[in-house]
């Protein structure tokens, strides 16, 4: 059953440079060694939703909680959280629509 890593978070106040510089050249980039199938990225302009929402679809729940156990994923969230506010992750059953 392919499930989805659904991921949001509020990107802090004065570190919107920084923050896209290190989405670009150190995150996504990471994730994708770690084999994860990024899926969609949306961003929120108008409402009370967090901000940022990024998903991704691996094959099933037992690959996604190896991934995201792993010291790599753990460093990279860690890294991530010096810009962002109100991180949250969840592992979902991919639906395949868009899923909150």
């Known amino acids: 059953m ?5 991921m949001t ?10 923050y ?5 050249r150190s995150f996504m980039p990471a ?16 409402g009370e939703r967090p901000q940022i929402l ?6 099933d729940f ?3 909680w190896k991934i995201i156990e792993t010291d790599k994923w753990r460093e990279l969230t860690d890294a991530l959280l010096d ?3 109100n991180f949250e992750e969840k592992i979902v059953q991919d639906k395949g629509a868009f899923q909150f």
Do not use: N
């Open 2 to 6: 392919t499930v989805k890593l659904i």
């Open 9 to 18: 978070w509020d990107i802090r106040s004065g570190r919107e440079q920084e």
């Open 20 to 24: 896209f510089e290190f989405i670009g």
């Open 31 to 46: 994730v994708i060694d770690l084999g994860v199938e990024m899926k969609d990225a949306w961003l929120t302009i108008y």
């Open 54 to 59: 990024v998903s991704a679809v691996m094959p």
């Open 62 to 64: 037992d690959t996604a």
């Open 83 to 85: 810009f962002v506010d």
